[in-house]
T-cell receptor, first 118, second 112 residues
Framework: GAVVSQHPSRVICKSGTSVKIECRSL??????MFWYRQFPKQSLMLMAT?????????EQGVEKDKFLINHASLTLSTLTVTSAHPEDSSFYIC??????????????FGSGTQLSVL | GENVEQHPSTLSVQEGDSAVIKCTYS??????FPWYKQELGKRPQLIIDIRSNVGEKKDQRIAVTLNKTAKHFSLHITETQPEDSAVYFCAAKRYNFNKFYFGSGTKLNVKP
């Protein structure tokens, strides 16, 4: 299957600082990438849909100014957590939908980033 | 929008037994139903998927069935092994829509 690379896998930062997480599709082009947040023993909570060359679409309740998403190319999307606070500590996972026909709908996940804000 | 419900939330089986996880969806226009397996601290991995023009699909010990009329689909794992222990997520997607809607997950524990 296709490979999605996510970095860093783990980051610890101080409260008030910003953290950038990268999501790359390594062997395919992804017009659409998704960012999820996952709390322990819970499901994947969709935060936003990232579309190449346009603004991200955020889910209700997700602060656009706090979680900045950039999808500048068909292989890279970034999530920046700005002015991080301890309550932002979580497991963040990206996923990518392979570019192509509408029936080519497989979703591939990155390995996730465990963010800890002190 | 779509609402996907998944049951049970936890499931314990003895090694060698079968496990069944069920999901229901609300949007009759959904036409793609993948299942993901997530081991602790790792990424969800696609294990099997089914499209709405098919009623059943099998891949070795794993099978998925779809009942479009009732709007439910199920994951069946036969001859379970300890390495099957993980959290399983179902999902549903509508044709030409971007979003995948995920179930709440089932923690499967296979006891040796």
């Amino acid at each position: 299957g296709a490979v999605v690379s996510q970095h860093p896998s783990r980051v610890i930062c101080k409260s008030g600082t910003s953290v950038k997480i990268e999501c790359r599709s390594l062997d395919f082009q992804a017009t659409t990438m998704f960012w999820y947040r996952q709390f322990p023993k819970q499901s994947l909570m969709l935060m936003a849909t990232s579309n190449e060359g346009s603004k991200a679409t955020y889910e209700q309740g997700v602060e656009k100014d706090k979680f900045l998403i950039n999808h500048a190319s068909l292989t890279l999307s970034t999530l920046t957590v700005t002015s991080a606070h301890p309550e932002d500590s979580s497991f963040y996972i990206c996923s990518a939908r392979e570019y192509g026909t509408a029936t080519n709908e497989k979703l591939f996940f990155g390995s996730g980033t465990q963010l800890s804000v002190l | 929008g779509e609402n996907v419900e998944q049951h049970p939330s936890t499931l314990s089986v003895q090694e060698g037994d079968s496990a069944v996880i069920k999901c229901t969806y609300s949007d009759s226009a959904s036409n793609y139903f993948p299942w993901y397996k997530q081991e602790l601290g790792k990424r969800p991995q696609l294990i099997i998927d089914i499209r709405s023009n098919v009623g059943e699909k099998k891949d070795q010990r794993i099978a998925v069935t779809l009942n479009k009329t009732a709007k439910h689909f199920s994951l069946h794992i036969t001859e379970t092994q300890p390495e099957d222990s993980a959290v399983y997520f179902c999902a549903a997607k509508r044709y030409n829509f971007n979003k995948f809607y995920f179930g709440s997950g089932t923690k499967l524990n296979v006891k040796p």
